[in-house]
């Protein structure tokens, strides 16, 4: 094991892609004062559709690669790490790294809120196939709410769209139309729909478009933020760590020309970026 820094350091927040910044943003909405490190790994993204194994490699280089940045805490703003890397993360690995560093996921937060947004008790999961064929959502909402039932749909095309800044094009219609179709086929009593996927708040106005007004549409960012912002009041250790000058890096492993033109459309303000290897 690591020796501990005492040093206080940025929250680490990485994705897949640039999904993860629909995260960030919220939570430097909530906890404006902390610093911040943003790392996609867009070189190797997407994560959707590979194994278990490549993802939670990847995302463990990740984890590695943010702690020797200084980051005493890392969320993973994307559903497929949290969905296939994170247990092994936080059981396997953190014991050998560092156990007072903490990895943190979305899918939890998530479905702690999902109680009081259904009435009917039928929730849907829109996710990549990774997330959906992982049952990460029906498995951690029946530890919390067993009376929920949890219904999933595979959106194989709406990272690409979105990575593509095809999003609020017309030709996304079609399969955002078709993929919410598909899942409220399976129960007609769904009255809540999560977004499983940091990427598709950006196709929200078209989700909402082919969604019958009674369901509610259930974006992640503003439950990450708060659960952050609870969970650094209740770990006070934890909070002491956590640097506090408003600042924040953006880190990609791909160009920085092509992250930075798509980070500043997805966050609407300009930002410097640096590109960095992950190994």
């Known amino acids: 094991m690591k020796q501990r820094s005492t040093k206080a350091g940025p929250i680490g927040v990485f994705d897949s892609g640039y999904g993860g910044l629909t995260i960030l943003e919220k939570i430097r909405e909530v906890l404006p004062e902390y610093d911040y490190i943003y790392l996609g790994d867009n070189a190797r993204a997407p994560y959707g559709t590979r194994s278990f194994e490549l993802v939670y490699k990847f995302t463990l280089e990740a984890v590695k690669f943010l702690f020797d940045q200084g980051c005493h805490m890392v969320i993973l703003a994307c559903n497929t790490a949290s969905a296939k890397a994170l247990r092994s993360i936080q059981q396997r690995d953190l014991p050998l790294i560092d156990s007072n560093r903490r990895v943190l996921g979305v899918i939890r937060p998530t479905v702690e809120a999902v109680g009081d947004l259904t009435k009917s008790g039928y929730v849907g999961v829109m996710a990549t196939s990774g997330t959906i064929i992982s049952k990460s959502y029906p498995l951690e909402v029946a530890k919390l709410f ?50 499983g996927c940091t990427h598709y708040p950006l196709l929200l106005s078209k989700i909402r478009a ?70």
């Open 146 to 195: 067993p009376e929920i039932s949890v219904f999933g749909q595979a959106c194989p095309m709406w990272v690409p769209l979105v990575e593509n800044h095809e999003f609020d094009k017309p030709g996304a219609d079609y399969f955002v139309k078709k993929d919410i179709n598909r899942l409220l086929s399976q129960n007609d009593k769904i009255d809540a729909i999560i977004l």
């Open 210 to 279: 082919y969604t019958p007004n009674h369901i509610r549409i259930i974006p992640q960012g503003d439950y990450i933020a708060r659960s952050l912002k609870d969970y650094l009041a209740r770990h006070p250790e934890m909070e002491a760590n956590c640097a506090k000058h408003g600042d924040c890096t953006f880190l990609t492993t791909e160009s920085v020309d092509k992250f930075k033109e798509s980070a500043e459309l997805f966050l609407g303000i300009p930002i410097e970026v640096k590109q960095v290897v992950l190994d």
